[in-house]
């Protein structure tokens, strides 16, 4: 990572190649935050006469360092950017321990989409502001407004829980395309309708008199909700087709 420079001969790449080197290990990764770390001077690649970037090796070993410590380690921006510095400098960037607790993930179908198994509430996991601020990677003032209209909830005890979190991260992804949260409103419109539908659908099992009604009753709740999920995906995904 010394290099300061690309050789001559080395090949360079245009931005959509470096997306598609990095996103494997970092799907999270996005143009507008490519651009973004460029002008916070993490990343310097060259130019061609028509203004458009092309990126060394060298720039492609940053940012994955850059992501790696942001995913890894929730490091902000500054202290990176120290890291970067130490290495261009020829040093070793300190050693990093883990600082915040790890988020469980998502049980998925072999489509990738939400399984019936992750609409079962199985883990405690519980984020105290902070915590939620920095993991998810936005500021005090977007969980503000994220709250403010409805689409994040605290819990009882002040907490959040893993879909604050999922929540947040996707706003802040949303952000980068200029989505603000109360252009997100129309989802948590959306998603209620759904939810009233699922409701009306599961109530005559619920009010069955069998023990087995209760457990029965969350059953088709995963099962509606993961195929709700799945239909809503998909005619998003054809109707973009028609664009």
Not at 76 to 95: S, Y
Not at 114 to 128: G, V
Not at 133 to 161: N, R, S, W
């Amino acid at each position: 990572m010394g290099v300061q420079s690309a050789d001559r001969h080395e090949a360079l790449l245009n931005i959509g190649q470096v997306l598609d080197l990095l996103r494997p290990d970092f799907p999270d990764i996005t143009i507008p935050k490519i651009r973004f770390w460029e002008g916070e001077g993490l990343i310097k690649p060259q130019r061609t006469p028509a203004g458009y970037r092309k990126f060394s090796d060298h720039d492609v070993e940053r940012l994955r360092y850059v992501l790696r410590m942001k995913r890894d380690h929730y490091l902000p921006l500054g202290v990176i950017r120290e890291h970067l510095d130490a290495i261009d400098r020829g040093l070793e960037p300190p050693q990093i321990d883990e600082v915040v607790p790890t988020v469980p993930r998502m049980a998925l179908a072999a489509d990738g989409l939400p399984a019936a198994e992750s609409f079962r509430r199985t883990d405690n996991f519980r984020l105290s502001r902070k915590e939620l601020v920095k993991i998810a990677e936005i500021g005090d003032d977007l969980l503000g407004q994220l709250e403010e209209f409805g689409l994040i909830t605290a819990l009882p005890t002040g907490h959040y829980d893993t879909d604050a979190l999922v929540i947040a991260q996707a706003a802040r992804q949303l952000a980068d395309f200029g989505l603000e949260p109360r252009h997100l409103r129309a989802f948590k419109t959306a998603a209620d309708r759904e939810v009233g539908l699922v409701e009306q659908v599961v109530a005559p099992v619920r009010r069955g008199r069998d023990a087995s009604a209760s457990a029965r009753a969350e059953e088709a709740i995963s099962e509606i909700a993961a195929l709700s999920v799945r239909l809503h995906a998909t005619l998003v995904k054809a109707g973009l087709r028609r664009l």
